[in-house]
């Protein structure tokens, strides 16, 4: 070995020693133990925020996945037209389906809709006042009745 690395050597084992020395003098004023002592002792207890919180975390994440699964299926299978197509177009075939659909739009259409005497009686006055001789609007006039119940019984 060269002087110059001897010399940098003996430099560096003087501050290894000072450095441990201060070390020393640091946990004898802190009271605090050495590494040896302390990995055979628990941790002390300072950060018990920090357990609640992953806690909550943990719960919050537990709830949340499964909302944000259903979240992500509904997406891919609503807003995607052609999925949204290829998943619903053989219902649209089903018979059943058909009859519920047909229901659930007439019935409310029945319920609004007064077939007895605005739409019938209007299309019957109508017919009248073309000029036809009074025999056939007397006869018209009978047909307003018959007119409305095919109308609400053909609507059901």
């Known amino acids: 070995m060269t002087d ?24 004898a004023e802190s009271h605090v133990p050495d590494a040896g002592a302390a990995a055979g002792r628990a941790p ?3 950060g018990w925020w920090r357990a609640l919180l992953s806690a909550v975390c943990i719960v919050l994440a537990g ?43 007439v019935c409310p259409i029945d319920d609004k809709v007064n077939y007895d005497d605005p739409i019938t009686g209007d299309a019957i006055d109508g017919i009248a006042g073309l000029g036809l001789p009074r025999r056939a609007v007397s006869a018209l006039g009978l047909l307003k009745q018959p007119a409305a119940d095919g109308l609400a019984i053909s609507s059901m």
């Open 63 to 105: 709830v949340l996945l499964p909302v944000s699964i259903a979240a992500a299926w509904s997406r891919a299978q609503l807003v995607d037209e052609s999925q949204f197509v290829a998943t619903l177009a053989p219902l649209a075939h089903d018979p059943q389906v058909q009859g519920l659909v047909i229901d659930q739009t």
């Open 4 to 27: 110059v690395e001897l010399d940098k050597s003996a430099h560096l084992e003087q501050r290894v020693r000072e450095l441990e020395a201060e070390n020393a003098r640091l946990a």
């Open 44 to 46: 002390r207890r300072s």
